[in-house]
């Protein structure tokens, strides 16, 4: 049984390791204002937890954590100097090295002495507060006996060093953990800042786990609306027994929504507005047992990570770009409709037939990827254009030393900033959809809007479609690791050095081959965007590779 006193110690615990830890976040990236409010709000309570640890030293130092009293008053009057100096990278120092320590030691010690304590009260209340709220899925919820049975049968409670609990999902396979082992809070507030836009007003978040990601999204701003939809009753259960869920869908802002089947996570998805953003808890989405459902959001996930990851570099090339184009891709709509589109991908199977290519003369249209138009002009086949969308600097090296060429280039309206600067011939700009800034560019001048989905390729597909080509052929599209090669020879990275994280697919030819999840979702994309087009045949001309569905291989007959 805990003693009363250390039990005071222990909640007070949680609340402090959570408010110091943003107090040092606030501090680290200079936002002084909310970091010296909170650091208003837990002075007292500090001073209060050491009179606390003075009172029972000897008993905490022999059963808890040894404690010196010398040592604790010492970061005290630090942390008083350092704020009355205000030298906030001295005074955030001590709260990382002296203070998280102290407290996260102590909640480990408790822990270790008396274990994870359960409130059924908290629980209750949980429950009751679902009732009032007439939730939909109260009716679903097990009683307390199984949800106790499910710990040990495929999840797992877990203390962290803050003191509150995480949870763990366990297969045959594998074991993973819904939120961290350590500052659980902290973890959960870092990641809501990461989400959190000021032009979102509406935030959809797939995963409820715990509940700690989706009350510091809510605690940022009261303005926001969120809704949080979770497919497993386990976890929801879970969440009644060990969090303060009633704290959470008691919120006016915040709705919880049991979605088994995921047809209304789909459904409202597909509703998304602008002034709305869908958010993945991936740790959730590795629990979906749907695999179809699980691989989509998987899917979204890396493409949503891709796209945060990338968004200043984006903007500057983007800002750069609109100063440097000749025309748009709409301009080339005369030139190639009622045309044959030959896109060419720097796949390894490229090397079978490409030499094929000098036989097309004026009977099609040839776009060359980038990574494949330093190989073709070297093989003496000049294509008609060329086409390039990635954002990074590094793939300059695509054209360098080939700036004078007169192939005329089209280029993404975020690509890498260089390429519109520097090449010399005409440049035709693509406006994609999905980015803010094309889309309202091109709003403003009456421009088209082309889907990327996620690679150059499937840019130029876009555009080949939108432009109404008569046929679209495909070479070096393998979107896989063909002969265990990575690329064509003469175009980038040739050898397959590396085996993790692959996936097995089925070939052209019902042989497995090795790809990899980005790969794949490009071939997903692909076959979603030619199912309902019919007045084009799309083609596979590439000899080797995964199968697309949809297509119509021709075995390297171009």
């Not at 003369?361 to 330093?374: D, E, N, Y």
């Not at 064509?488 to 999840?517: C, F, H, M, Q």
């Amino acid at each position: 049984m805990m003693k009363e006193s250390i039990e005071k110690i222990f909640k007070q615990n949680i609340k402090l390791i959570a408010e110091v830890d943003k107090i040092i976040y606030y501090f680290r990236i200079q936002n002084y204002d909310p970091a010296l409010r909170l650091m208003v709000g837990i002075t007292g309570e500090l001073s209060l937890l050491i009179e606390d640890l003075l009172d029972d030293i000897e008993y905490i130092s022999t059963n808890i954590y040894p404690i010196e009293a010398e040592h604790i008053l010492n970061v005290m009057n630090g942390l008083l100097k350092a704020q009355e100096c205000r030298d906030y990278i001295y005074l955030v120092d001590l709260f990382e090295i002296h203070v998280i320590t102290l407290l996260t030691k102590l909640q480990e010690g408790i822990l270790m002495q008396f274990g994870l304590p359960f409130d059924e009260k908290k629980y209750l209340d949980n429950i009751n507060a679902i009732s009032e709220l007439k939730l939909d899925f109260i009716s679903e919820l097990k009683p307390l006996k199984e949800t106790t049975e499910l710990l040990g049968n495929g999840y797992s409670i877990v203390p962290t060093s803050s003191g509150l609990p995480t949870l763990a999902i366990e297969t045959e396979e594998e074991r993973y953990y819904l939120h961290s082992n350590h500052r659980v809070e902290n973890e959960a507030f870092i990641l809501a800042n990461s989400w959190y836009d000021l032009n979102k007003d509406m935030y959809i978040v797939y995963g409820l786990g715990l509940g700690y990601h989706i009350s510091q999204l809510a605690n940022l701003d009261d303005n926001i609306t969120i809704e949080v939809y979770e497919s497993d009753i386990n976890v929801i259960n879970l969440a009644c027994m060990f969090a303060d869920l009633k704290d959470i869908i008691k919120r006016p802002n915040v709705r919880l929504i049991y979605d088994p089947k995921y047809i209304r996570l789909i459904d409202r998805v597909s509703k998304l507005e602008d002034n709305e953003e869908f958010v993945l808890h991936h740790p959730s989405v590795r629990n979906i047992k749907n695999n179809r459902v699980r691989e989509e959001l998987e899917s979204y996930f890396i493409q949503q990570s891709s796209v945060r990851n990338q968004i200043h570099l984006l903007n500057g090339n983007f800002k750069h770009n609109i100063r440097n184009f000749n025309y748009t891709v709409d301009d080339l709509k005369e030139e190639f409709q009622g045309k044959d589109l030959y896109i060419i991908a720097a796949g390894p199977s490229l090397d079978k037939n490409f030499k094929k290519l000098k036989d097309v003369g004026g009977k099609g249209i040839i776009l060359a990827t980038g990574t494949v138009f330093r190989k073709l002009i070297n093989e003496g086949i000049v294509p008609n254009y060329v086409i390039i969308t990635d954002a990074n600097k590094r793939v300059y090296a695509q054209i360098r030393g080939l700036e004078e060429s007169k192939v005329p280039m089209l280029f993404l309206s975020t690509a890498y900033r260089g390429f519109a600067r520097k090449y010399k011939g005409d440049k035709y700009i693509i406006m994609q959809k999905g980015y803010s800034k094309a889309e309202d560019f091109a709003r403003d001048n009456n421009f088209q809007l082309y889907e990327t989905g996620g690679s150059v390729a499937t840019t130029a597909l876009d555009i080949g479609i939108r432009l109404d080509c008569r046929r679209i052929i495909f070479l070096g599209l393998d979107l896989a690791y063909t002969d265990d090669y990575v690329h064509a020879s003469g175009t980038s990275r040739r050898d397959l050095n590396d085996n993790s994280d692959l996936i097995e697919t089925i070939d052209i030819y019902g042989n497995p081959i090795k790809t990899t999840k980005v790969l794949n979702i490009y071939r997903k994309w692909i076959e979603e965007r030619i199912k309902n087009v019919r007045d084009i045949e799309i083609i596979d001309a590439t000899e080797g590779g995964m199968k697309i569905k949809g297509m119509v291989y021709r075995g390297g007959v171009i």
